[in-house]
């Protein structure tokens, strides 16, 4: 009986510790863009899907302009991922583009 309630237990640990991913995605501009692909990313953590963090988007594209030379960027899209454990939830937004 004891052997049974640990695998129980271990499966409902594992099944919380694993998150669930939701990903939301939006378009800035055309995905269609010249020049060299580049990308970015930038993460952070928030609570209780009521305190999330702040700038991603922007820290993603900031990191994202750091590939490109020239500084004159197309094609941008953006993709929020948000993987929640329990109380936590760790948020991603990766943005692409072309450099031309």
Request: net charge neutral; charged share 10%; glycine share 12%.
């Amino acid at each position: 009986m004891k052997q049974i309630r640990a695998i129980v237990a271990l499966l409902a640990i594992s099944v919380f510790a694993s998150g669930c991913v939701f990903i939301r995605s939006a378009a800035i501009s055309d995905r269609a863009g010249a020049g060299a692909p580049i990308s970015g990313t930038a993460s952070d953590y928030g609570y209780l899907d009521l305190i999330a963090p702040t700038g991603l988007t922007q820290a993603a594209f900031a990191n994202m302009l750091g590939n490109c030379a020239t500084g004159r960027v197309t094609g941008v899209t953006s993709e929020l991922e948000v993987r929640d454990f329990f109380i936590v939830q760790y948020y991603s937004v990766s943005a692409t583009g072309s450099c031309g």
